[in-house]
């Protein structure tokens, strides 16, 4: 079989696997922080017969974390509901996490399960919250709460996106970057320590590099646990309990999700020195590290007290019943998930910080 064989019927197979291509499609995006990136991708559509053929109703979405409620999935049910093919609609988000969190979990519901395409603008987006089919809004002020799984079936991180992003977006997403170090790769938390600077002034090269082997390693604890059932995915919440503790009592506005990841990581880090589980030294060196790129590493920089965190912390979606679960370290990566940690442990440390 040639090679021109080979490729048409690998296009009819995809044709098959992906009927979405000839149709329609609704596309969510942000305002912000891209614009530039969603000009450039309204301005230069793919040369090709299908997409002459597609629509994109565009719903623009506030880009913050106080976007993701369900009113925020409404609008797409109403708008899309009244086209008479409305069941070839794909979902389409260009954007960061919080919309596409919200566009994810549109998608998994409308006629119980439309096709979602996701083009990530955030180095955040990129490199985590894009993949994994992971989809999930707040509520009562408790994290992600409700939500669904619903993969994509087309991720497009392209990393020359990030040009559109400030300095504040490019650092709160780099801490998700190191998260992947940390829980099971000391190598790439050794790279991040060189290289983590010029990825965040832009350097092409790093970008590309951290995109691609933080995609590779999510994929491969997604691949192992895709519902998130204490296994390896599980591990990939690496200091978002006290993150979003710390989200939950800062309010809407306050920090960024990254910035919050970056304190909850520490914080991670220095739990787990407290309970005897890791050496201090690796935690000077996680807090070192990325208070060197600029992103805050201490309860005092988010305007919080450590005991306003317990409360926040025992709702956690990750708890079971009355047991608490967190993942700790027994040093830099060396994650592990704890269950049925003692609460009064937790509520005395952070009664100290």
Not at 56 to 79: H, M
Not at 116 to 124: A, F, G, M, R, Y
Not at 159 to 172: E, I, K, N, V
Request: with cysteine.
């Amino acid at each position: 079989m040639n090679h021109e064989s080979r490729s048409r019927q690998k296009g009819k197979a995809d044709r098959r696997r992906y009927p979405l291509r000839a149709r329609r499609d609704c596309r969510n995006r942000e305002r912000s922080p891209g614009p530039r990136s969603q000009r450039s991708l309204r301005t230069r559509p793919a040369r090709s017969e299908p997409r002459r053929n597609c629509r994109s109703p565009a719903d623009p979405r506030p880009a913050r974390r106080g976007g993701e409620d369900l009113a925020g999935t409404g609008p797409d049910y109403r708008r899309v509901g009244h086209e008479r093919d409305c069941a070839r609609y794909a979902y389409c988000c260009v954007g960061g996490g919080s919309v596409g969190d919200v566009t994810g979990l549109a998608a998994s519901l409308f006629k119980r399960g439309t096709p979602v395409i996701q083009i990530p603008t955030t180095l955040l987006a990129q490199v985590d919250s894009g993949l994994g089919g992971k989809t999930a809004i707040d509520s009562g002020g408790i994290k992600n709460i409700a939500g669904t799984f619903h993969s994509p079936v087309l991720i497009v991180a392209d990393p020359s996106l990030l040009d559109t992003l400030d300095q504040r977006q490019m650092s709160a997403g780099y801490a998700e970057v190191v998260k992947y170090g940390l829980i099971g790769d000391p190598a790439f938390f050794a790279w991040c320590e060189r290289h983590g600077k010029a990825l965040i002034a832009g350097d092409r090269e790093a970008r590309m590099h951290a995109v691609r082997h933080c995609l590779a390693s999510k994929a491969r604890m997604v691949r192992g646990d895709y519902l998130d059932r204490g296994g390896t995915r599980t591990l990939l919440n690496l200091g978002h309990s006290f993150a979003h503790a710390i989200e939950a009592a800062v309010g809407l506005g306050g920090l960024l999700h990254g910035e919050a990841v970056a304190i909850g990581l520490v914080l991670a880090f220095r739990f787990s020195a407290f309970t005897g589980l890791c050496p201090e030294t690796d935690v000077d060196r996680v807090a070192a590290h990325l208070s060197s790129v600029g992103l805050p590493t201490r309860l005092d920089h988010a305007g919080v007290r450590g005991p306003a965190l317990f409360d926040w912390m025992i709702h956690d979606k990750k708890n079971v019943g009355d047991e608490l679960v967190l993942v700790l370290v027994h040093g830099i990566g060396r994650a592990f998930v704890s269950r049925a940690l003692d609460s009064s442990a937790l509520r005395h440390f952070l009664s100290v910080l």
